[in-house]
């Protein structure tokens, strides 16, 4: 039996409650049989302050390991897991977590969680799931400051760096069902803003040429335009 630390924990967040999930588990290396479980249930929503925890594990036959670990649970029931920092590098574990109903943010030069992120030199990781009839689709960022968008493990945009709210496009063929998308951004100093939409386009335009427009001379990273052209006569 274990208790931590000796006999409780602190909540690491200034706030009323803070949600935690839990996971403890035993493996035998004999076939023999082995329990561990913690003495709260798997997520838990606790008071701020000290929370106590006692673990328990028996070994019958040779149980060879034992693990525990403790996380941060999402906050909210949006469709966008996001993962807040309080760095630009999305580094360490996030000061918190919660679930955004859309990508969709004007913070002007105020914080995202005033009291738990700061207004500058912060970080977000959002994850999602889309699902789509197949097609093909145009994905839109817009973001002051930088921006890395992946849209089923593609990296679709990469703008990971220091601007005004500009605005990034790219083009891609979905199948049908559910699709991960992965948007991670970044804001250093002054007016902070991140926007994701998206589109299909299948047939949405005519022209002989499909022309992506990049903003530099080596075709790298995701096109600032894609438009269909009638002619190549500029």
Not at 67 to 86: K, L, Q
Not at 126 to 147: C, L, P, Q, S
Not at 201 to 227: K, M, Q
């Amino acid at each position: 039996m274990w208790t931590f630390p000796p006999a409780s924990i602190a909540s690491p967040q200034p706030v009323t409650t803070v949600s935690a999930s839990m996971s403890m588990t035993a493996s035998s290396s004999t076939g023999g049989p082995c329990a561990a479980s913690p003495s709260i249930q798997p997520t838990s929503i606790w008071a701020a302050g000290i929370t106590s925890i006692r673990a328990e594990y028996f070994d019958q036959l040779g149980c060879c390991a034992v693990r525990f670990s403790i996380s941060p649970a999402a906050e909210g029931g949006g469709r966008w897991r996001g993962e807040y920092y309080n760095n630009r590098s999305l580094s360490g574990s996030p000061a918190f977590v919660r679930n955004d109903e859309r990508i969709d943010f004007d913070w002007g030069e105020d914080s995202p969680a005033p009291g738990r992120i700061g207004r500058d030199d912060f970080s977000i990781r959002w994850t999602g799931v889309i699902n789509e009839t197949a097609g093909r689709y145009r994905f839109e960022v817009k973001a002051d400051d930088g921006v890395r968008l992946w849209v089923n493990n593609h990296l679709l945009i990469d703008r990971w760096r220091d601007q005004p709210e500009t605005t990034y496009q790219g083009e891609i063929y979905l199948p049908a069902g559910d699709v991960p998308v992965t948007l991670e951004y970044y804001e250093h100093a002054g007016q902070a803003a991140v926007r994701l939409s998206w589109t299909r386009i299948d047939g949405a335009e005519t022209g002989a040429w499909r022309g992506e427009y990049f903003d530099n001379r080596h075709l790298s990273g995701g096109p600032r335009l894609v438009r269909n052209d009638g002619d190549i006569n500029f």
